[in-house]
């Protein structure tokens, strides 16, 4: 593997520079559906069957399987949107600099297009059965938390066996092996607005309200448990001589597993019916909209084939735990065995100036995919004589 993808590294190198230097905001579609014909065009003349789901608010998604195929076992995911706006790429295109390269979405994650794509590559270069034992979806709205996708991912998930997502690889040589839940809710309060002077008794604030809302919410934290609940947005009032008749509050909440997801959802909403203002009104809105990805027997079995495959490319590959959301979460939740971060390696994703990715990285990361999915579909073979 290591051999084929050695000489094809000037290729791979000009399609990175090309992806990068397209601005894919999740919002900008017809950025997203710039990368989505490309890479659909790259996986055509391999001779992989590309199906394009069409969006009207977001970018097309991508389905991509062999002709041959008929239920391929090992699912792959990626996404083309980046957080960056339109007009970024011009400001500061891709450029190498040493070992590393720039740019925006360099890291999260255009690094792992070409990744996908040469390791499938590899596979059809070696005339290997695994070229047809997989299905590959990149999706335009993972930044956003896949609200167009999520429905395909979880169906793509059905009849799997295995999921490897390519968001990047942690430096040291990690993967990601769990990731915690992710939920937004917005509280919004009602009050009675009064002259703050003349007469504020007929008031009634709704920001002393979520004050006293905010600090039991920030009470829920047990971070040396995984869980996290942060009020990070406010707003409310008129005018600083008015009593405030409304206020709001956005929350963002991460969790370990399931089980601390469905008591912080009921705490949250026991919060806000609590009344401490007299006369204010709570609405509470929001959900645990990614949930975790938990390391379960069959994750961890795959982890350690992974590491294996890994060992044999000269890699000492270790397991992360991270706070950060990605599409892993609904593979997980659906009961496939799911490692993340197997993208190639990088640092600083959503930075404006520092994001990179190992360009080193990217070779290694692609034989290990590669082989990761040679590997599997031999397991597979193996249990089924």
Known sequence: MI????????????????????????????????????????????????????????????????????????????HMDTVFPKGESSKRPFQIIG??????????????HVQVLYAMKALKHYGLASFHNVHILFNSDEEIGSPSSKTLIKEAAEGKEYC????????????????????????SVTGKSAHAGVEPEIGRSAIEEIAYKIIKLHQLNKIEKGLTVNVGLIKGGTSANTVSPDAEAVIDVRVANKEQAEDVVKE?????EEETIKGTETKIEGQIS????????ESQELFERVKQTGKELGLHLHGE??????????????GVPTIDGMGPVGEFS????????????????????????????????????
């Open 3 to 78: 051999t084929y993808l050695k000489k094809e590294k000037d290729n791979m190198m000009a399609l990175f520079e090309k992806l990068v230097n397209i601005d894919s905001n999740s919002y900008d579609q017809a950025g997203v559906n710039k990368i989505s014909s490309i890479l659909q065009k790259e996986f055509e003349e391999i001779g992989l069957k590309v199906i394009v789901h069409r969006e009207k608010k977001f970018g097309n998604h991508l389905s991509i399987t062999s002709s041959n195929s008929i239920k391929p076992k090992i699912l792959i995911i990626a």
């Open 99 to 112: 070992d590393k390269a720039y740019g925006p979405g360099v890291n999260d994650e255009k690094a792992s």
């Open 164 to 187: 490897l997502v390519v968001e990047c690889g942690r430096p040291n040589e990690g993967v990601v092996t769990s990731r915690k839940g992710v939920g937004s809710f917005k509280m």
């Open 268 to 272: 949250i909403y026991s919060i806000a």
């Open 290 to 297: 990614r949930p975790p990805m938990e390391m379960t027997k």
């Open 321 to 334: 735990a991270t706070g950060g959301a990605s599409d892993a979460s609904f593979t997980a939740s659906e």
């Open 350 to 385: 959503h930075s404006e100036t520092d994001e990179y990715t190992n360009i080193q990285s990217l070779i290694e990361r692609t034989a290990l995919l590669a082989k990761t999915i040679e590997s599997l579909t031999k397991k597979e073979m193996e249990e089924q004589q």
